[in-house]
């Protein structure tokens, strides 16, 4: 795919959100076969749908990757296929929770602004907090579509003020 190049106002928002989306969408890819690979190589039930659960809700931000871990963490623990079978069923739920974490704080400190930086040079701390506002006024919706608005109101404030 060839870079959208423009000088008009609704060239630079196309440009700008198809890049969010696609960086989205890359996102969403790689976690889930991260995800998918880990719970594969340690035998937990249903991988490869939990891996895409992970990856799709990891499109919300801050909430997604929290609630599919909590998902799988539960699955990890009830699923009755034991990767530590030296230690209770809890702990292998817990390791399974601490991991996806990780794998979020992974994906929200380092991958996540990487992409941002390119498609909107859009500092992290304020997609962050435009994310926190979004959810607090509108909820679940306002949680996935402040990011696109956010880049959105940029471009405009950009391409005026030059």
Known sequence: MGKIVSSTLGGKIKRV????FTSQFILTVAIALVVWGGLFLLNVRYALLLGVLTGVLSTIPNFGIITASIVVALVAIFDHVRFLPKYPEFVEGLLLLLALALLNKIVDM????????????????????????????FGFVGAILATPIFLILKTIWEHYRR
Do not use: C, E, R
């Not at 959100?17 to 969010?20: C, I, N, T």
């Open 110 to 137: 380092f991958l996540l602004p990487i992409f941002l930086a390119k498609v909107g040079k859009a500092n992290p701390i304020a997609i962050f907090a435009v994310v926190i506002i979004g959810t607090f006024f």
């Open 17 to 20: 959100l198809v890049g969010y």
